[in-house]
């Protein structure tokens, strides 16, 4: 095990590594004076020429991608201050390091992804389980049709709908807000309670189908055949032999599914109007401010890379082929 995940690490330095060099070439071919964007309006010639000269761009552009990663590895200095290491620049519009923006806004955008990933898997996998359980049953229709029915909504067409009835009709339910965990658990649950509601019911749709078909089609294996045939119960043979084998194309799918996740919480936000990740990134490539759209582009990159190796252990663990390969 121990192997296989430094090859997963040793992969992910890589491609860091060439997200980090693709992203800044592509962001300095723009024909866009970068210190005039940093300047604003109304400002002089000799103030931009200051300015190109605090952030380094009169260097040739090759000299400018080293000094920006070895930034991130052991930081920099601008007119304003040291930048610690990890430093992903500084920000045109508000003069705040990237890194300490990034930051700031990454416990709600973590929040709402580990929370709805957590909400659809509970309910995705158990709805699927019972379906397959009660095969052919009403319950598996009943689950079966609300989980077609479900998968056709869409984040920013369901929270509006949910605002309307829990929040400004009725009144049972606050307007969603993020409190810290760590200041208070209860708010912070009930704060999102209704995002992640929203998220889980757009994403449990298909992995109640998923996990419905996959532990249909295991219970037809030759190894549950057996384990049958020797008179095992059968919920002993549902879930010590038929459930472990659904997991793996599930696990599968799951790490593909972990960007348009992030991406579901990034919509999540402007749905419910929550300061996260999501917002950052598009106010600042509104305003133009290319150190920190670059900067969560990165930081984007860097977290599904995470989450995919996290998914990649536990298919490893899952199973034990895949870390002999």
Not at 171 to 193: Q, R
Not at 232 to 261: C, E, H, N, Q
Request: glycine share 8%; aromatic share 12%; proline share 4%.
């Amino acid at each position: 095990m121990l192997q296989f995940l430094i090859r997963r690490l040793t992969g992910a330095v890589v491609i860091m590594f060439l997200i980090g060099a693709f992203t800044f070439f592509l962001f300095y071919t723009i024909p866009q004076d970068f210190a005039e964007l940093a300047c604003g309006k109304n400002c002089t010639p000799e103030n931009i020429a200051v300015i190109r000269e605090n952030l380094g761009l009169d260097k040739p552009i090759t000299a400018q991608f080293w000094e920006f990663m070895g930034g991130i590895l052991t930081g920099r200095d601008f007119a304003t201050g040291h930048c610690a290491a990890p430093c992903l620049g500084q920000s045109f519009d508000t003069r705040e390091f990237v890194w300490d923006s990034i930051i700031d806004r990454f416990p709600l955008t973590l929040s709402l992804t580990v929370g709805g990933l957590v909400i659809f898997l509970i309910l995705g996998l158990g709805s699927g389980l019972l379906a397959a359980w009660k095969r052919g049953t009403v319950i598996d229709k009943a689950v079966s049709g609300a989980s077609m029915v479900l998968s056709s909504f869409q984040i920013y067409f369901l929270g509006p709908i949910v605002l309307g009835i829990f929040v400004y009709s009725t009144g049972w339910m606050e307007n969603p807000k993020y409190y810290p965990i760590t200041e208070d658990p209860a708010a912070w649950v009930v704060g999102l309670l209704i995002p992640w509601a929203v998220m889980a019911t757009i994403f449990t749709a298909q992995y109640t189908r998923m996990a419905r078909s996959t532990m249909i089609e295991q219970l037809q294996e030759e190894h549950v055949r057996t384990a049958r045939a020797k008179g095992m119960k059968k919920s002993y043979v549902f879930f010590r032999y038929a459930w472990r084998g659904s997991l793996t194309p599930i696990v599968t799918i799951l790490g593909m599914d972990l960007s348009g996740l992030l991406a579901g919480a990034v919509v999540t936000e402007f749905t419910f109007d929550l300061p996260g990740i999501g917002r950052l990134a598009v106010d600042s490539s509104l305003t133009k401010d290319l150190p920190l759209t670059m900067g969560v582009m990165l930081f984007g990159a860097f977290f599904i890379l995470i989450l995919n190796i996290i998914v990649d252990l536990a298919y490893a663990y899952i199973d034990p082929r895949v870390r002999l390969a």
